[in-house]
């Protein structure tokens, strides 16, 4: 079974930093393309970043660039999301995801598959 | 990296039908046939309803169906029950520069 469980949501200053970590199981890690996507209290689904199998190919939704950073871990099943310079609107519960499919536009092409239950962000002082 | 636009909220009686829009452009919903659809539940993960605009993952109920005309999506909720009352999410591939966006979402209330 798919596990994807991430950690790392605290309460942060505006302009503190924070990394947050998405742990998964249950499939051959560095197969697939690796995603976070948010949800602000009360708003919609938003993507943030994907991440390559091998960490070659990345990309970020404007509002994050500059500031957020995506990483792997293929020895550790681990994928990681590193925020810097942090925002009242990156306030958000963020989720880990991926396809059932790999390549790395797999999710935008099939779906999300796979959702781990999210980790959350707060930002304020 | 606009949203799709979907309507904020939708509603329809036990057994019922409704339909929810996602509407994007040309370089998203219009030109693609990557169209998904999630069903979240508050405290939940987002659930995978359809992708490739009409197809179901295994497990969902032929109850959803999904179709597109131009640029714009529909999510079907045939047969509504109660456990059907969620928030619905659209989400378009959008080219290999942006990759793809979400919609912002209807929340689907059963009467």
């Known amino acids: 079974e798919v596990q994807l469980v991430e950690s790392g949501g605290v309460v942060v200053q505006p302009g503190g930093s924070l990394r947050l970590s998405c742990a998964a199981s249950?499939?051959?890690?560095?197969?697939?393309?690796m995603h976070w996507v948010r949800q602000a209290p009360g708003k919609g689904l938003e993507w943030v970043s994907v991440i390559s199998w091998d960490g070659g190919s990345i990309h970020y939704v404007d509002s994050v660039k500059g500031r957020f950073t995506i990483s792997r871990d293929n020895s550790k099943n681990s994928l990681y999301l590193q925020m810097n310079s942090l925002r009242a609107e990156d306030t958000a519960l963020y989720y880990c995801a991926k396809s059932a499919f790999i390549g790395y536009s797999s999710s935008w092409y099939y779906g999300f598959q796979h959702w781990g239950q999210g980790t959350l962000v707060t930002v304020s002082s | 990296q606009s949203a799709l636009t979907q309507p904020p909220s939708a509603s329809g009686s036990l057994g019922q039908s409704v339909t929810i829009s996602c509407t994007g452009t040309s370089s998203d919903v219009g030109g693609y046939n990557y169209v998904s659809w999630y069903q979240h539940h508050p405290g939940k993960a987002p659930k995978l309803m359809i992708y490739?605009?009409?197809e179901r993952p295994s497990g969902v109920p032929d109850r959803f169906s999904g179709s597109k005309s131009g640029n714009t999506a529909s999510l079907t909720v045939s047969g509504l029950q109660a456990e059907d009352e969620a928030d619905y999410y659209c989400?378009?591939?959008?080219?290999?520069?942006?990759?793809?966006?979400f919609g912002g979402g209807t929340k689907l209330t059963v009467l």
């Open positions: 249950g499939f051959t890690f560095d197969d697939y393309a």
């Open positions: 490739e605009v009409s």
């Open positions: 989400s378009s591939y959008a080219g290999s520069d942006n990759l793809g966006v």
